[in-house]
């Protein structure tokens, strides 16, 4: 890929020429432009030359293709940043290696107040088990660490680290020698996340928002709250963010609305909602989402953290005031709890307001045919992660084992969510899951559970336009005249126009269809590759040496 050597400016014209453009409006596009940070025209070769002596720079792809940037609905920025800058679990294939990671990475760092890490998962190891208090305490020699599970729904700590939260052992959820869950979770995390510096903060966000550019994502959807992060950690990453070029980032902040004062006050922080992370249940990995029936392998059922008043009050509330709500619910109790409070809520302020206010659910995963109806029913917008399924789906997989295989086949009904009509938004919930944007869209495609599948234009919609859909925007998330000029170029084989097998509907591959195509994402194909990514017309990431 070539291009002119005229310098940036907010307001030039460009002309992309010479590739495929993945666009609606033409089905056939090789070319565009943008003009004033959106698009102001796609259409073929030809026509471009009628514009080529009129732009400030012309871009040549040499085959290469144009797509919408993706969006990543649901993120959590600073531990993303941390976890790609700290010590990283995740390619631990023991609880052997991960102590000797740890000793390592302590080592190395002398200088760090407390040792942050991720992405431990102890249904991986061979011990099937957490690492002791003990062990982390011997490893760390005497450090303050905080090691929260692949899941961010419980952790394991040194004792160096719990010297630093008075009473943590009158907490709900301290058990002396297991993973912390619940406020007692919640109050070491404070602690290990109070020791991180300004500049440290800096850094990582710094850091996780120019990995998601290389990766072709324009916009995120930062998930904060009292519960995840803090007030100066979401503050500072939108300002961080609205100063330079790079990644759009709207975010959420999870924190209960009971009238207009809360609603202002969430406004205040820059939030376009209260929401994301604002717990209905937990997780299925740490046994806290909440479930109907006990976990296959525990006596226990998860936890519940609002019920279905609490839930309503929210809603009605927040439509009220016109700002959007939203929670996180994976367990069936919890989700049965959300659509029990949504619809309580619209009874009181109208079910045409709360369908308009298009609030949403975090995750999604254990939903029921009457659940999936009343997404459809109350309008609400399905933020779900595939690369939870890719993950932990399957016969062998953690949610099998957590739940039982026929439970577990349930779980992340994607194709069922689109039959209803309910608007899916894709995203990562990074740092638990990489931020991968192709590999998400093969992830929903390639469902381990065969009719879940959904075709891969239906996950690339719902990773592009559907995260912008998810904020409120219509006008957004595809290449269109008038849309903004949020694109990545990508290197990639072939177009085609896939889906998994016959029980997902086909678009004809005859051209005359006027399907546009996507890369093959057939598993063990290679990933398109990112060779540039713009928002609003500002390039924030060109691929070294292209």
């Not at 009129?54 to 940043?81: K, N, Q, R």
């Not at 190395?108 to 890490?117: S, Y």
């Not at 993950?391 to 295989?405: F, I, K, V």
């Not at 029980?503 to 051209?511: E, G, L, N, Q, Y």
């Amino acid at each position: 890929m070539t291009e002119s050597t005229a310098p940036q400016s907010e307001h030039r014209t460009v002309l992309l020429r010479g590739g495929d453009v993945h666009s609606p409006a033409d089905p056939f596009a090789t070319a565009m432009v943008v003009e004033r940070g959106h698009v102001a025209w796609v259409g073929s070769e030809g026509a471009a030359d009628a514009f080529a002596s009129g732009v400030d720079e012309v871009i040549d792809l040499d085959g290469a293709l144009v797509t919408p940037a993706f969006t990543d609905a649901h993120v959590h920025t600073t531990s993303t940043g941390l976890a790609l800058t700290g010590l990283d679990l995740s390619g631990a294939r023991t609880l052997g290696e991960a102590l000797t990671l740890l000793r390592t990475y302590v080592a190395d760092h002398p200088a760090d107040r407390v040792v942050l890490g991720h992405g431990w998962d102890a249904t991986r190891w061979p011990e099937q088990r957490p690492p002791t208090r003990g062990e982390l305490d011997a490893a760390a020699a005497g450090r303050p660490v905080y090691l929260p599970r692949i899941d961010v729904h419980s952790a394991v700590v040194t004792t160096a680290l719990l010297d630093l939260v008075p009473k943590i052992a009158s907490m709900a959820g301290y058990r002396p020698d297991a993973p912390l869950t619940g406020a007692a979770h919640h109050a070491v995390r404070a602690a290990a996340h109070d020791a991180v510096s300004p500049r440290q903060r800096a850094d990582a966000q710094r850091a996780a928002l120019a990995h998601a550019a290389s990766l072709g994502i324009g916009t995120v959807h930062e998930c904060g709250g009292p519960d995840i992060s803090d007030e100066e950690d979401f503050t500072s990453l939108l300002k961080l963010a609205a100063g330079q070029p790079g990644p759009r980032v709207f975010g959420y902040w999870a924190e209960r609305v009971g009238d207009e004062k809360d609603a202002r006050r969430v406004r205040e922080l820059g939030a376009v909602g209260a929401a994301g992370d604002l717990f209905v249940d937990g997780s299925l990995g740490s046994h806290t989402a909440c479930l109907h029936e006990p976990y296959a392998d525990a006596p226990v059922s998860g936890s519940a953290h609002l019920d279905a008043a609490q839930i309503a009050a929210h809603v009605a509330a927040c439509t009220e005031a016109g700002l959007q709500a939203g929670f996180h619910a994976i367990g069936d109790a919890a989700l049965t709890a959300v659509v029990d409070g949504i619809r309580a809520a619209a009874e009181k302020v109208g079910l045409g307001r709360v369908r308009a206010a298009r609030h949403r659910v975090e995750h999604a995963e254990m939903l029921t045919p009457e659940s999936v109806a009343a997404f459809a029913e109350l309008g609400l917008t399905a933020s779900v992660q595939p690369a939870f399924d890719a993950a932990w789906g399957g016969e062998e997989g953690m949610y099998a084992r957590r739940l039982g295989a026929g439970r577990a086949r349930t779980l992340n009904p994607y194709a069922a969510l689109l039959r209803a009509g309910v608007p899916l938004a894709f995203g990562s919930d990074s740092p638990v899951t990489p931020l991968d944007p192709w590999g998400t869209v093969r992830a929903a495609a390639f469902h381990r559970t065969p009719e879940h599948r959904i075709s891969v234009r239906a996950g690339f919609t719902a990773h592009t336009r559907g995260g912008w859909r998810a904020v409120g925007r219509d006008d957004a998330g595809t290449l269109v005249p008038g849309a903004p000029a949020d694109y990545a170029v990508w290197r990639t084989e072939e177009l085609v126009v896939q889906a998994p097998d016959d029980r997902v509907a086909r678009w004809s591959t005859d051209p005359r269809s006027g399907t546009p195509g996507l890369p093959d994402l057939t598993p063990g194909a290679d990933l398109p590759v990112c060779l540039r990514t713009v928002v609003f017309g500002q390039t924030v990431y060109v691929r070294p040496n292209e």
